[in-house]
T-cell receptor, first 118, second 113 residues
Framework: DAGVIQSPRHEVTEMGQEVTLRCKPI?????LFWYRQTMMRGLELLIY????????DSGMPEDRFSAKMPNASFSTLKIQPSEPRDSAVYFC????????????????FGEGSRLTVL | GNSVTQMEGPVTLSEEAFLTINCTYT??????LFWYVQYPGEGLQLLLK?????DKGSNKGFEATYRKETTSFHLEKGSVQVSDSAVYFC????????????FGKGTLLTVNP
């Protein structure tokens, strides 16, 4: 299995530009998560989906951020317009479906997309 | 709400030293507890987990015991190696049919030869 695949690995853009980050979860996993990692705040959960449906987006910073999961094998996180404070590493993670206690389920992370907004 | 507090880093040790990284939590209900590790330039990967009180998770020489009375899940290793240098995250999940992990801020460990 190829694991969770994220693209791009690195993105440098200018303030005001639109940024789209992409994620392909592990086949068969029904839960997908977007996290943001910064030195100041650590790992923050932005949004998570179960069976392609957004379950909790309370971590999305503001209206400039949006996420979609049009099918079980693809998700995007979009920032429009981007700002320098959005600079961070964005991780996508997937996990197996619900059923059984959560402790029996593990999250699998991609290698992250490092975003720099100048 | 749920929260995880782990010791601030960075932690620097010599090879073969004993490691402890403290982790305490606040949660509603009965959480499952996890330690994830992030090697340089990589995503997080599960190191070990415990799903109920007094359970001990272990992997690669690392251990952590779920202590409900002290709401703790401290990570230990008897003899660290240079290859253990990484960032370690404590996390919890309170489950349900839809679940999410709450992470601590991470502790950077550097092991010198």
């Amino acid at each position: 299995d190829a694991g969770v695949i994220q693209s791009p690995r690195h993105e440098v853009t200018e303030m005001g530009q639109e940024v789209t980050l992409r994620c392909k979860p592990i086949s068969g996993h029904n839960s997908l998560f977007w996290y943001r990692q910064t030195m100041m705040r650590g790992l923050e959960l932005l949004i998570y989906f179960n069976n392609n449906v957004p379950i909790d987006d309370s971590g999305m910073p503001e209206d400039r951020f949006s996420a979609k999961m049009p099918n079980a094998s693809f998700s995007t996180l979009k920032i429009q317009p981007s700002e320098p404070r959005d600079s961070a590493v964005y991780f996508c993670a997937s996990g197996p479906s619900s059923g059984g206690r959560s402790g029996n389920r593990e999250l699998f992370f991609g290698e992250g997309s490092r975003l720099t907004v100048l | 709400g749920n929260s995880v507090t782990q010791m601030e880093g960075p932690v620097t040790l010599s090879e073969e030293a004993f490691l402890t990284i403290n982790c305490t939590y606040t949660a509603t209900g009965y959480p499952s507890l996890f330690w994830y590790v992030q090697y340089p330039g990589e995503g997080l990967q599960l190191l070990l987990k415990a799903t109920k009180a007094d359970d001990k998770g272990s992997n690669k020489g690392f251990e952590a015991t779920y202590r409900k009375e002290t709401t703790s899940f401290h990570l230990e290793k008897g003899s660290v190696q240079v290859s253990d240098s990484a960032v370690y995250f404590c996390a919890l999940s309170t489950g349900g049919s839809n679940y999410k992990l709450t992470f601590g801020k991470g502790t950077l460990l550097t092991v010198n030869p």
